[in-house]
């Protein structure tokens, strides 16, 4: 798995959640955070926003059908439960899997590969370059080729890995909304760097490889930048 899952799992049957965490952990790559009330796992999905939740429905606070149909978008859910009579209201909420109990590895592990695929179809595609304007010339940049981009009065300079940069008529604040989440953090008022070319940083300066002297951290932007970089 190229990529760690952050998961939860709601059931009141403390066997069973010991079985999904020992899958979970023999798959890899999944971060599960158990609950044995509903009601609990219910307020920690909404908060957390996981990208799967393993869901019992038979349960004594609450029905795992009422919480499914409460779920962000942004969760897939996989049902486990002993009581196959709910397969049919399961996949009609738009559960991904239905898994019986007693369960086995192999039938737990077909499930997560589903789920596994639907996020993925779901997954927007990111751009590969920027296109911008360069007088009278549209000039595209691939993304791994941009080190920093710099706000001049009413242009950009986007300075390029492989050297030299791009002037651009526009602001920072629309180049910025152009690039992808992650990659990119904005530092301060007039700067947006590559985060991969970081090599240091401080409350106050961040060095980017190849670049002599550092760029400035604006005050505003210190705490979100010891946060993102500092992960």
């Given amino acids: 798995m190229s990529r760690t ?27 599960l955070t158990v609950f044995s ?17 393993f869901l019992d429905i038979q349960m004594n606070s609450i029905n795992g059908l009422e919480i499914a149909d409460t779920l962000p978008s942004e969760s897939c859910f996989i049902f486990t439960t002993a009581y196959a009579e709910y397969a049919l209201e399961g996949f009609n909420l738009d ?14 592990e077909v499930a997560v590969e589903k789920a596994l695929r639907r996020m993925d179809a779901h997954r927007p595609v990111l751009p ?12 595209s940049i691939p993304l791994s080729d ?19 940069h791009v002037l651009t008529r526009t602001n920072l604040k629309a180049i910025t909304d152009m690039l992808p989440d992650g990659a990119f953090l904005r530092i301060h008022r007039s700067y947006v760097i590559a985060v991969p070319a970081v090599v240091s940083f401080t409350r106050t300066r961040v060095e980017l490889k190849g670049h002599v002297g550092g760029l400035p951290v604006g005050a505003q932007y ?10």
């Fill in 5 to 31: 899952l952050k998961c939860i799992a709601i059931d009141d049957e403390p066997m069973a959640l010991l079985v999904i965490e020992q899958f979970c952990r023999r798959k890899g790559g999944m971060e």
């Fill in 37 to 53: 009330e509903p009601r609990v796992g219910l307020e920690a999905i909404r908060r957390d926003k996981p990208d799967l939740v």
């Fill in 95 to 108: 559960a991904v899997d239905f898994l019986h109990k007693p369960f086995s590895y192999e039938r737990f």
């Fill in 128 to 139: 590969e370059c920027l296109v911008v304007k360069q007088e009278y010339n549209n000039v």
């Fill in 146 to 164: 941009i080190l920093y981009v710099e706000a001049l009065g009413n242009y950009v300079k986007i300075v390029r890995v492989s050297g030299g």
């Fill in 222 to 231: 210190a705490v979100q930048v010891a946060e993102v970089l500092g992960r």
